[in-house]
């Protein structure tokens, strides 16, 4: 079986009803996010290249039909007008790690109907997900105010496909390194790792411990050092540090308790050994929250391992995203639904100075100071262009970032900008709305 099978059984039901039916007509729809969770005051645009990759191979093939039909409990044959189904369609794509906000498009498909039917799942897997743990990344890296964050995540994902997703996003987002030694190596990303409390566990002594990883370890080292008592360890390290003449580059790793008073403490005893240059790194369940609470109290603490709430996005684990038809046909199209009710038409969205977001028909002009943010990333079910690098993506993030409104970058009680529609968007949404309720009276 193919990827085609990784979707929904109510896409394929309707895609081979549209097939039956001759619905084959170009349609477009518009995946967006109608709300951001709470405590969010922005989102980073992901998962376009993911998406990218499974809509350009995209086809139908004799096993995926057999799938098909076993999972309907059908005749082979009743599922066989989808045998052969490939994606020949166009994307128009926000590029990743632009910001985008409530409501505007951050992709939009437009293909045969059965085509952009059977994509819905996937795509809308791969952009929800990437999208929700890139903004945490983000406000992460916004919360340490400069100072490196590393991405710890890799054990707590939800699988190793999402644990690799969250290395790239991490580095999309400004992130310094990751544990995940697949992720580092297919991305050409630092590697970044210390030992467990197990490792000092199996030795004597904590000096043992830090004398033995010195030893298969040349040059810097970080010793994790609140396996027993915390300002004990830091001494133990900064004995064994001091010893081997491994100051300059090292660290010392505090994983529980106050990590504010103990980075203070810790920083006192390295200063004291005349170790200026060891650094401390601090972990364990760290979110954008708990940094922006250290930096604020001016903990002296030189990096940030973030794991488990990050790779997951804890506090909102999921976008309420959609993925819906806004065009059949050359018909625009709507839904009324209360409090999901959708705009009509195929869009654009121009970015104004400050985040002033119009959300346009995709004809439109833009606005005086607006800049259009879908570009078409694949015509004929080819990606037109080359793939941007992560580098690329990084830095495009980071000047997004650094132009959000300050109220936008809070970590607590942000303040969304909100985009506004066009009056010829308005005005077409109340023409399609009012065609309908005359048809449906």
Same mark, same amino acid.
């Given at each position: 079986?193919?990827?085609?099978?990784?979707?929904?059984?109510?896409?394929?039901?309707?895609?081979?009803?549209?097939?039956?039916?001759?619905?084959?007509?170009?349609?477009?729809?518009?995946?967006?996010?109608?709300?951001?969770?709470?405590?969010?005051?922005?989102?980073?645009?992901?998962?376009?290249?993911?998406?990218?990759?499974?809509?350009?191979?995209?086809?139908?093939?004799?096993?995926?039909?057999?799938?098909?039909?076993?999972?309907?409990?059908?005749?082979?044959?009743?599922?066989?007008?989808?045998?052969?189904?490939?994606?020949?369609?166009?994307?128009?794509?926000?590029?990743?790690?632009?910001?985008?906000?409530?409501?505007?498009?951050?992709?939009?498909?437009?293909?045969?109907?059965?085509?952009?039917? +059977?994509?819905?799942?996937?795509? +809308?897997?791969?952009?929800?997900?990437?999208?929700?743990?890139?903004?945490?990344?983000?406000?992460?890296?916004?919360?340490?105010?400069?100072?490196?964050?590393?991405?710890?995540?890799?054990?707590?994902?939800?699988?190793?496909?999402?644990?690799?997703?969250?290395?790239?996003?991490?580095?999309?987002?400004?992130?310094?390194?990751?544990?995940?030694?697949?992720?580092?190596?297919?991305?050409?990303?630092?590697?970044?790792?210390?030992?467990?409390?197990?490792?000092?566990?199996?030795?004597?002594?904590?000096?043992?411990?830090?004398?033995?990883?010195?030893?298969?370890?040349?040059?810097?080292?970080?010793?994790?050092?609140?396996?027993?008592?915390?300002?004990?360890?830091?001494?133990?390290?900064?004995?064994?540090?001091?010893?081997?003449?491994?100051?300059?580059?090292?660290?010392?790793?505090?994983?529980?308790?106050?990590?504010?008073?103990?980075?203070?403490?810790?920083?006192?005893?390295?200063?004291?050994?005349?170790?200026?240059?060891?650094?401390?790194?601090?972990?364990?369940?760290?979110?954008?929250?708990?940094?922006?609470?250290?930096?604020?109290?001016?903990?002296?603490?030189?990096?940030?391992?973030?794991?488990?709430?990050?790779?997951?996005?804890?506090?909102?684990?999921?976008?309420?995203?959609?993925?819906?038809?806004?065009?059949?046909?050359?018909?625009?199209?709507?839904?009324?639904?209360?409090?999901?009710?959708?705009?009509?038409?195929?869009?654009?969205?121009?970015?104004?100075?400050?985040?002033?977001?119009?959300?346009?028909?995709?004809?439109?002009?833009?606005?005086?100071?607006?800049?259009?943010?879908?570009?078409?990333?694949?015509?004929?079910?080819?990606?037109?262009?080359?793939?941007?690098?992560?580098?690329?993506?990084?830095?495009?993030?980071?000047?997004?970032?650094?132009? +959000?409104?300050?109220?936008?970058?809070?970590?607590?009680?942000?303040?969304?900008?909100?985009?506004?529609?066009?009056?010829?968007?308005?005005?077409?949404?109340?023409?399609?709305?009012?065609?309908?309720?005359?048809?449906?009276?």
């Amino acid at each position: 079986m193919s990827d085609a099978t990784t979707t929904d059984l109510y896409e394929v039901t309707m895609a081979l009803s549209y097939l039956r039916e001759g619905m084959t007509a170009p349609a477009t729809f518009s995946l967006f996010v109608r709300d951001l969770p709470p405590e969010r005051g922005f989102l980073i645009a992901a998962g376009l290249d993911s998406a990218l990759e499974y809509l350009s191979g995209l086809r139908v093939g004799p096993e995926d039909v057999d799938a098909f039909a076993s999972a309907l409990h059908r005749p082979r044959r009743d599922l066989e007008p989808l045998l052969g189904l490939e994606f020949t369609g166009d994307v128009r794509a926000v590029p990743e790690g632009r910001v985008v906000l409530a409501g505007e498009p951050l992709l939009e498909v437009t293909a045969p109907l059965p085509q952009a039917q +059977l994509a819905e799942t996937y795509v +809308l897997n791969q952009l929800s997900h990437q999208t929700a743990i890139a903004s945490k990344a983000a406000r992460c890296v916004l919360a340490a105010a400069g100072r490196p964050v590393v991405d710890f995540s890799l054990r707590r994902t939800h699988g190793p496909q999402a644990g690799f997703q969250a290395a790239r996003l991490g580095a999309l987002a400004g992130f310094a390194g990751t544990s995940n030694v697949a992720a580092a190596t297919t991305l050409g990303l630092p590697a970044v790792g210390t030992m467990a409390h197990s490792y000092v566990e199996a030795f004597a002594s904590e000096e043992d411990a830090f004398r033995a990883f010195a030893r298969s370890h040349p040059g810097p080292v970080t010793f994790l050092v609140d396996t027993y008592d915390t300002e004990r360890g830091v001494r133990v390290a900064a004995r064994v540090l001091k010893d081997l003449d491994r100051g300059p580059g090292s660290a010392v790793r505090l994983d529980s308790g106050d990590l504010g008073a103990l980075a203070a403490r810790a920083r006192s005893v390295l200063d004291d050994a005349g170790l200026p240059d060891v650094r401390i790194t601090v972990s364990g369940g760290l979110d954008e929250y708990a940094v922006d609470e250290l930096v604020r109290s001016g903990a002296p603490i030189d990096t940030y391992a973030v794991g488990t709430r990050v790779g997951v996005s804890a506090d909102a684990p999921f976008l309420d995203s959609a993925y819906k038809m806004v065009e059949y046909d050359g018909r625009p199209v709507m839904k009324l639904s209360s409090a999901k009710v959708t705009a009509p038409g195929r869009k654009q969205v121009f970015r104004r100075p400050g985040y002033a977001d119009v959300t346009a028909l995709a004809e439109e002009e833009p606005p005086d100071g607006g800049r259009p943010l879908l570009e078409t990333v694949m015509r004929g079910g080819r990606r037109t262009g080359g793939r941007p690098t992560l580098d690329e993506c990084r830095r495009r993030c980071a000047a997004e970032l650094a132009a +959000l409104p300050a109220p936008a970058r809070r970590i607590r009680a942000p303040v969304a900008p909100r985009a506004v529609p066009s009056g010829r968007l308005s005005a077409l949404a109340d023409h399609v709305r009012h065609r309908i309720e005359e048809r449906t009276a």
